[in-house]
């Protein structure tokens, strides 16, 4: 694998897997799907001065999730995956592989006031964002 992947790449395609893996956290975090057990799980209290989000919590993750979309696009065309099939086996490979095994490992040090719970809906979010986002680059042509 090497760098020319990228010009192997479907641009509106990581933008569309992007957006979505995107709008799926402002579903999945809002107060009434999983937002509120969340904030339990991480000890933040909305309510408490300080403790309000700014712009950044909106940015990060989206420039995070377009570089990661990025990625997954290049795996995709350096693997030679193009079926929903293939799109689907290396969103697993890659969110089990690293996104769930990593947020275990922070799970058990990250001192959180419920860590099992914090695990179980962060990193069932990513992997299922990767998941989405992998199969829309695997298929777009």
Do not use: C, H
């Amino acid at each position: 694998m090497s760098f020319d992947a990228l010009s192997e790449v479907n641009w509106l395609a990581i933008i569309v897997g992007t957006v979505a893996w995107f709008a799926l956290g402002g579903i999945w975090y809002a107060p009434p799907v999983f937002g509120k057990a969340w904030m339990r799980s991480t000890g933040i209290d909305p309510s408490a001065e300080g403790q309000r989000p700014g712009a950044s919590i909106y940015l990060f993750p989206l420039i995070a999730y377009f570089v990661a979309t990025i990625a997954l696009a290049m795996l995709a065309a350096a693997t030679g995956s193009e079926t929903f099939g293939e799109g689907i086996v290396l969103g697993l490979v890659v969110g089990v592989g690293l996104a769930v095994t990593l947020y275990a490992v922070e799970s058990v040090f990250g001192r959180r006031p419920q860590p099992g719970t914090w695990f179980l809906l962060t990193s069932a979010y990513q992997l299922i964002g990767i998941l989405i986002a992998t199969v829309v680059v695997t298929v777009w042509d």
